[in-house]
Nanobody
Framework: QLQLVESGGGLVQPGGSLRLSCVVS????????IGWFRQAPGKEREGVSC???????NYAETVKGRFTISRDNAKRTVYLQMDSLRPEDTGVYYC???????????????WGQGTQVTVSS
């Protein structure tokens, strides 16, 4: 099973930015799609964004236009640039892998341990 390590979380004021990183312990991530998820206290985990092996990205409606997902296959790393952060973006952010493409019914068997993002003044 793959190991994923997230980093880049922290405390930020509303309107601020953070960039999360997800490093995958694989010889290559070329054939993986990688998603970002988040879980706020007392709420279910939700999908935030996902990037397929061909670079196609999708976003939850709540983050569209504010978050940008990208990947650097040479570094085996996927990034989530988060701008114009809001208090409702607070939560633990996880990355996870699936095979090739981000589909509605994709199964994500490998997960990281999560990184905390807190948006508060």
């Amino acid at each position: 099973q793959l190991q994923l390590v997230e980093s880049g979380g922290g405390l930020v004021q509303p309107g601020g930015s953070l960039r999360l990183s997800c490093v995958v312990s694989a010889e290559t991530i070329d054939y993986y799609a990688i998603g970002w998820f988040r879980q706020a206290p007392g709420k279910e985990r939700e999908g935030v964004s996902c990037i397929s092996m061909d670079g196609t990205a999708n976003y939850a409606e709540t983050v569209k236009g504010r978050f940008t997902i990208s990947r650097d296959n040479a570094k085996r790393t996927v990034y989530l640039q988060m701008d114009s952060l809001r208090p409702e973006d607070t939560g633990v952010y996880y990355c996870a892998t699936t095979w090739r493409a981000c589909l509605k019914d994709s199964v994500f068997p490998s997960w990281g341990q999560g990184t905390q993002v807190t948006v508060s003044s």
